[in-house]
């Protein structure tokens, strides 16, 4: 997490403090990148602690003071990046390791941003940051005050809007490569409870992870994972053809 936040510069950067280890390799490495960044290095000795529990450093001796991760407005995800945008919306997704879990897997499948709601939705804190092994920095979140009216608003700017339902008759392997054109968002809802109403009434297609054996479903973040790739894998497919 801290060598991704030093890395991406998206957040305030104040102080890194590094206690005295045998890890002298990867902390002069850490050292380096705060230099390179303009923020002031504090290397405290063997055994001091640097509160590093509190702050994401996962108990390692290592501790980067820094401000909040920034957010960006929904108008800010239009159009970012080259080719098509990959946007992911949750609805009701709480936990912390959750989110944190599904940034990681949507800033690895290439997706361009995450759309989280004002309510029902965790802050941006080291515990999403830990679980997302740091990927929440550099990719971008915009928080709605509502999501099917954000939903609406992006499929007026031409984004097919994909949810995922354990019932739905129609399994993601199968969408035709019509479906697959454009810009898109895939609207992931809470674990047991799914999408709300509102927000289904705004879903273009639903779609289901096909499951051999007898467990119903995935968590929500495998889930996120076997969707975004298998995007990335049919676009892919799409754009070499």
Not at 145 to 152: E, Q
């Amino acid at each position: 997490m801290v060598r991704e936040a030093l890395a991406a510069r998206r957040r305030r950067l104040i102080r890194l403090r590094l206690r005295a280890s045998d890890r002298r390799e990867e902390w002069e490495e850490l050292a380096k990148a705060a230099a390179a960044a303009g923020i002031p290095v504090e290397t405290l000795p063997r055994g001091k602690s640097v509160g590093a529990e509190d702050e994401g450093g996962g108990g390692r001796g290592i501790e980067l003071e820094a401000g909040p991760l920034p957010e960006v407005d929904l108008e800010d995800l239009l159009g970012v990046g080259s080719g098509s945008t990959t946007l992911v919306a949750l609805d009701g997704v709480e936990d912390p390791q959750n989110l944190g879990a599904i940034a990681r897997v949507a800033e690895g499948a290439g997706a361009n941003g995450l759309i989280l709601t004002r309510r029902r939705s965790p802050p941006l804190s080291p515990a999403v940051a830990r679980a997302s092994a740091g990927a929440i920095e550099w990719l971008p979140v915009a928080r709605v005050p509502n999501l099917p009216r954000a939903l609406n608003l992006l499929k007026k700017q031409g984004f097919w809007v994909f949810g995922c339902d354990p019932e739905a008759p129609d399994a993601v392997f199968d969408l035709s490569d019509r479906q697959l054109r454009g810009d898109r968002v895939v609207v992931l809802g809470a674990e047991g409870k799914g999408l709300r109403r509102g927000v289904e009434q705004v879903i273009d297609h639903s779609v289901r992870v096909p499951m051999a054996g007898r467990i119903h479903s995935l968590n929500v973040a495998t889930t996120a994972a076997v969707l975004l790739y298998e995007f990335r894998r049919r676009s892919d497919l799409a754009t070499s053809a």
